[in-house]
């Protein structure tokens, strides 16, 4: 059973979030979640999400992922994840504010998310960072060159919709087919371009 980790930061663009966890909890892989402060907030506002750091409890999560996600505290660098002997398979920033671009590029490690994801690097595990900020400063497009030539891959939550989605739950469905690509699984999905 492959692990996935899936980190939530503080940019727009929770929907991608819970599409994923959704689309992933279907397939047989060990979720884990980490919501920093500023994802909870943002995922509070538009997707109605109620975070506990206390109890580590996650209320409004897709139904398909309830029971099936190892939540982890964003402080907690004692965590499984933040070791290179314990590295998931692969990890997900989803949506990755330029704040946590900014703090995984400098190698800071100061949270889980960013230690995290310096581990997935240095041990060579697919990264994949979900950007949503526009437009992008010059110190944001060179921490992002920085993150791609250590070996992340940058996806900016740029949706298809050449298959015309009905709502904005297809238009997400269809980009998270493409960030499982990017981890190694293919989940079929008629938002693929067919010619």
């Known amino acids: 059973m492959k692990e996935l980790l899936i980190a939530v930061t503080g940019a727009s663009g929770t929907i991608y979030a819970e599409r ?18 500023e994802g909870a907030r943002v995922a509070a506002q538009e ?11 996650v209320n409004g999560l897709p139904r398909e992922a309830e029971g099936k996600v190892m939540h982890f505290h964003p402080e907690d660098l004692s965590a ?15 949506p990755c ?4 671009a900014g703090r995984i590029a400098a190698g800071l490690g100061n949270d889980l998310v960013s230690r995290a994801a310096e581990v997935c690097l240095k041990e060579r595990r697919p990264l994949v960072l979900v950007t ?34 009905k709502s904005l739950e297809d238009l997400a469905d269809y980009f998270v087919a493409r960030i499982l690509d990017q981890v190694g699984i293919h ?3 008629p938002g693929r371009w067919g010619g």
């Open 20 to 37: 994923l966890l959704r689309a992933a909890a279907a397939q047989d892989f060990r979720l884990a979640l980490v919501i920093t402060p």
């Open 47 to 57: 997707r109605g999400w109620a975070v506990d750091f206390d109890s580590l409890q």
């Open 80 to 94: 499984r994840y933040a070791s290179g002997s314990s590295v998931p398979d692969a990890m997900v920033v989803i």
């Open 97 to 100: 504010s330029m704040g946590a």
């Open 132 to 165: 949503r900020e526009s437009p992008l400063s010059i110190i944001d497009l060179r921490n992002l060159t920085t993150l791609a030539e250590a070996g992340a891959v940058i996806m900016p939550a740029a949706p298809p919709f050449y298959e015309k989605p």
């Open 187 to 189: 989940i079929e999905h």
